[in-house]
């Protein structure tokens, strides 16, 4: 089993800037990707971002957080992050970590218990 903790949400007013933190651990040797979702009442879990674990760290987005959102990684921490600058009142959601064991692809198969970030206007 892989285990997943995020932290660093909180309240911040538009415009401003949060980065949050996702560190791994148990079966880690599993993960070949992590990334981030966001959730609103009502409203499907939303992909944000991709990375891989591997020595190139492929990333991908979302083009509601392209340009302003940037996935990184510390694999000898077993941490992955999401520094989000620009926050609109829009970004309020809930955000998950995920871990995704796909070789190809990506297929979230572990989730973090998510942390809450509120941007006032």
């Known amino acids: 089993q892989v285990q997943l903790v995020e932290s660093g949400g909180g309240l911040v007013q538009a415009g401003g800037s949060l980065r949050l933190s996702c560190a791994a651990s148990?079966?880690?040797?599993?993960?070949?990707?992590m990334g981030w979702y966001r959730q609103v009442p009502l409203q499907h879990r939303e992909l944000l971002a991709t990375i891989t674990l591997s020595s190139g760290g492929r990333t991908t987005y979302s083009d509601s957080v392209k340009g302003r959102f940037t996935i990184s990684r510390d694999n000898a921490k077993n941490t992955v992050y999401l520094q989000m600058n620009s926050l609109k009142p829009e970004d309020t959601a809930v955000y998950y970590c995920?871990?995704?064991?796909?070789?190809?692809?990506?297929?979230?198969?572990?989730w973090g218990q998510g942390t809450q970030v509120s941007v006032s206007s």
């Open positions: 995920a871990a995704s064991e796909a070789s190809e692809g990506w297929g979230a198969a572990y």
């Open positions: 148990g079966d880690i040797f599993k993960i070949n990707a």
